[in-house]
């Protein structure tokens, strides 16, 4: 091990079957020496197609469910690391029905961090920005790691809990841990009840486009590739018992990116409809990553977002096979909303 570098040669990725850790599984095969045993229960949100093609030398796919104890003893001797991504990870799923975010993303996590403390590993911890609520519009701040927690809906709340325990266990029992908060997340292979996917599929269906309240609600968008670039580092670069933010200075208004995917299709800028607004939907978010910049030299490298943007439609029209199971059942759930 260098000096100051944790150099893992084998880690367990749980949710490695989902939007991010599977970029992040990819990324780290594609990158690194390090190998990976991927732990994943295959919810609704996971998919073992985004993970197809990897060497099966390098990536072994363990289907299972964090909560189970005896399952992470038996797969803990093996990795010298665990980076957890799994979670229920949608925020009107966790309005509709919150108690499997409180499972996974509470039980789930503290499960994780025994199996760590009882075999002495290291976790890294993947968390969101929706843990600090949200800002005002016109509020010149952005989040850092010392704005204080104050998550909105059922699901930041769940992540600000698995955040805490976190915290608590490298106190406490020392674990050795990292904490990383990114905000939003766009690239190949996010699920159709998100945004972007949303209203590409819904396009592609020949079916108009749907915003929740005014559209002015604000993102900050990062393509999930500088996500997993950026997880990377602090894994291996990081302080342990520190948190860093993971942002890319991309914020946007929901109107703005949704005319944006609409031009990419040929559209009218008008061509969508106004639907219910989300309870308790955040203003905006925003991140500032200046910690993680200057103390890793960590930097994105996708910043054109029109550019991502466009790869990503052309991703959703080259893989119909991929969304489609997904996206009747997707459509009459939210119809269901009236979203
Ligand atoms: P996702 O919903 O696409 O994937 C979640 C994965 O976790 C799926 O493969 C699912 O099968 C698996 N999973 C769920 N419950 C499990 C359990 N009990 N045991 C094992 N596996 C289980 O989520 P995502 O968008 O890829 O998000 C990944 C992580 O990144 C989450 O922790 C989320 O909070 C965080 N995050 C996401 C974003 C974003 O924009 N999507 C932004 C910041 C942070
Ligand atoms: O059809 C829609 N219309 C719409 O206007 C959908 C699905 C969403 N929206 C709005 C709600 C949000 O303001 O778009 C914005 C983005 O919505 P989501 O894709 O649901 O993301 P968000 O709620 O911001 O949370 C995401 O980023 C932070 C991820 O889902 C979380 O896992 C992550 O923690």
């Known amino acids: 091990m260098a ?5 893992p040669r084998r880690i367990i990725v749980t949710g490695g079957c989902g939007f991010i850790g599977s970029n992040f599984t990819r990324w780290v095969v594609e990158s690194t020496d390090c190998d ?25 796919l363990v289907v299972g469910d964090i909560c189970d104890a005896d399952l992470l003893d038996e797969l803990m001797p093996e990795a010298d690391a665990v980076v957890h991504f799994a979670a229920e990870s949608h925020n009107d799923n966790s309005i509709a029905g919150p108690e499997p975010f409180l499972r996974t993303n509470v039980e789930g996590t503290y499960r994780l961090l025994e199996a760590c403390r009882r075999h002495g590993k290291r976790l890294h911890h993947v968390s969101t920005d929706e843990v600090y609520g ?28 698995s955040d805490m325990l976190v915290r608590a266990w490298h106190r406490t029992y020392r674990v050795p841990a990292t904490i990383s908060n990114c905000s939003n997340n766009y690239g190949p292979c996010q699920h ?34 500088d996500h997993s670039s950026a997880v990377w580092a602090i894994l291996t670069r990081g302080r342990v018992g520190e948190t860093y933010l993971i942002g890319a200075d991309g914020e946007r208004s929901n ?35 200046s910690k993680l910049r200057a103390e890793l030299g960590w930097r994105p490298r996708h910043t054109d977002f029109a550019e991502g ?13 991929w969304w489609r199971p997904a996206k009747g059942a997707t459509e009459a759930k939210y119809r269901a909303q009236g979203q």
């Open 36 to 60: 990976v045993v991927v732990l994943d229960k295959l919810t609704y949100a996971g998919n073992p197609e985004n993970i197809a093609g990897l060497p099966d030398d390098r990536v072994r």
């Open 309 to 321: 943007l466009a790869e990503v439609i052309e991703w959703y029209r080259d893989n119909e096979a």
């Open 192 to 225: 159709v009840e998100k945004f972007i996917p949303r209203q590409v599929t819904n396009l592609i269906d020949g079916v108009r486009p749907k915003l929740y309240g005014d559209g002015m609600n604000v993102r900050d968008w990062i393509h999930a590739e």
């Open 134 to 161: 949200d800002l005002a519009l016109d509020d010149p701040a952005r989040f850092t790691e010392e704005t204080p927690y104050r998550p909105s809906s059922p699901y930041s709340s769940t992540k600000a809990a």
């Open 255 to 289: 109107i703005d990116v949704l005319r944006e995917v609409l031009r990419a299709f040929g559209r009218d800028e008008g061509d969508f409809d106004w639907v219910r607004d989300r309870p308790g939907h955040d203003r905006r978010y925003a991140i500032d990553s």
């Open 3 to 7: 000096d100051g570098v944790f150099e």
